[in-house]
């Protein structure tokens, strides 16, 4: 595994056990978001840390995360960004539900080229390396090619996916309440198509090299390209509606049967 890679998922697995000692916890400080979404005393406390914890390693390195830092500035051409999601699923997390994680991006000349997803209470570890694959718990795995024979693959979504889009998609609905766990299901096979119908750019920075690295293909749905990474940029409100398919005939097919409602 190349060092940095091993930084990240190392960090990760550190993040991992301080997510989890306040999941445990009986009471939970949280508050909302100007979005309405939640944000609690563990978004922040893991979001310090892992910067932190880059700027060790990394001190040149930029960084943008959903809780602290929604932009970067470059100082020199080129900077490499990390692009931080300390705790995806916090309303999982905040119920007692078991899907969340935490998201590590690097991103060098404006791509991704490095991505680790854990998810520590299922003790689940994605990564992915620019031309290297994807993995899951350092196994390779690959999409799932369209079988009509095979009937337990599904269709990934978020919650907001019904209300703003009809959905015809021949596949059972799946709901996770995580995107960057609902994309890795694509990524390791058990998801044949997904989508995110609001999602920032930290839910999906890592699937934008996984998905294609596990063989699949991701897009915006409005065909507009969210990297190479703008400096400047506010990122926090920027919502992207983003597909992804195992093969491309297979979201050539999803994109006529996912259609805006008025």
Same mark, same amino acid.
């Given at each position: 595994?190349?060092? *940095?890679?091993?930084?990240?998922?190392?960090?990760?697995?550190?993040?991992?056990?301080?997510?989890?000692?306040?999941?445990?916890?009986?009471?939970? $400080?949280?508050?909302?978001?100007?979005?309405?979404?939640?944000?609690?005393?563990?978004?922040?406390?893991?979001?310090?840390?892992? $910067?932190?914890?880059?700027?060790?390693?990394?001190?040149?390195?930029?960084?943008?995360?959903?809780?602290?830092?929604?932009?970067?500035?470059?100082? *020199?051409?080129?900077?490499?960004?990390?692009?931080?999601? &300390?705790?995806?699923?916090? %309303?999982?997390?905040?119920?007692?539900?078991?899907?969340?994680?935490?998201?590590?991006?690097?991103?060098?000349?404006?791509?991704?080229?490095?991505?680790?997803?854990?998810? &520590?209470?299922?003790?689940?570890?994605?990564?992915?390396?620019?031309?290297?694959?994807?993995?899951?718990?350092?196994?390779?795995?690959?999409?799932?090619?369209?079988?009509?024979?095979?009937?337990? %693959?599904?269709?990934?979504?978020?919650?907001?996916?019904?209300?703003?889009?009809?959905?015809?998609?021949?596949?059972? *609905?799946?709901?996770?309440?995580?995107?960057?766990?609902?994309?890795?299901?694509?990524?390791?096979? $058990?998801?044949?198509?997904?989508?995110?119908?609001?999602?920032?750019?930290?839910?999906? =920075?890592? =699937?934008?090299?996984?998905? &294609?690295?596990?063989?699949?293909?991701?897009?915006?749905?409005?065909?507009?390209? &969210?990297?190479?990474?703008?400096?400047?940029?506010?990122?926090?409100?920027?919502?992207?509606?983003?597909?992804?398919?195992?093969?491309?005939?297979?979201?050539? $097919?999803?994109?006529?049967?996912?259609?805006?409602?008025?």
């Amino acid at each position: 595994m190349d060092s *940095t890679l091993f930084f990240a998922a190392q960090l990760a697995q550190q993040c991992g056990e301080i997510l989890l000692e306040y999941f445990h916890k009986s009471q939970l $400080k949280m508050e909302y978001k100007s979005d309405h979404s939640i944000v609690t005393e563990a978004d922040v406390a893991v979001d310090n840390f892992i $910067k932190q914890e880059i700027k060790k390693e990394f001190p040149h390195d930029l960084i943008i995360s959903e809780e602290l830092q929604h932009q970067f500035t470059p100082r *020199t051409a080129n900077p490499t960004v990390w692009i931080v999601d &300390p705790l995806d699923g916090t %309303t999982n997390f905040s119920l007692g539900l078991h899907y969340w994680g935490v998201s590590l991006v690097r991103v060098e000349n404006g791509y991704p080229i490095l991505a680790v997803q854990y998810f &520590p209470y299922l003790n689940e570890l994605y990564t992915a390396q620019m031309g290297c694959g994807a993995y899951y718990n350092n196994q390779p795995i690959h999409v799932t090619i369209p079988n009509p024979e095979n009937k337990t %693959t599904f269709f990934s979504c978020c919650s907001r996916t019904h209300k703003n889009y009809r959905i015809s998609i021949p596949y059972k *609905t799946r709901i996770f309440g995580c995107a960057t766990y609902s994309m890795c299901s694509l990524a390791s096979g $058990k998801a044949l198509i997904c989508f995110e119908a609001k999602a920032k750019i930290w839910d999906y =920075a890592g =699937a934008w090299l996984m998905i &294609p690295e596990a063989g699949g293909c991701i897009e915006i749905f409005n065909h507009k390209e &969210p990297f190479p990474l703008s400096p400047g940029k506010e990122f926090a409100s920027q919502n992207d509606a983003v597909i992804a398919a195992a093969t491309p005939d297979l979201m050539d $097919k999803s994109r006529k049967k996912i259609i805006p409602r008025e």
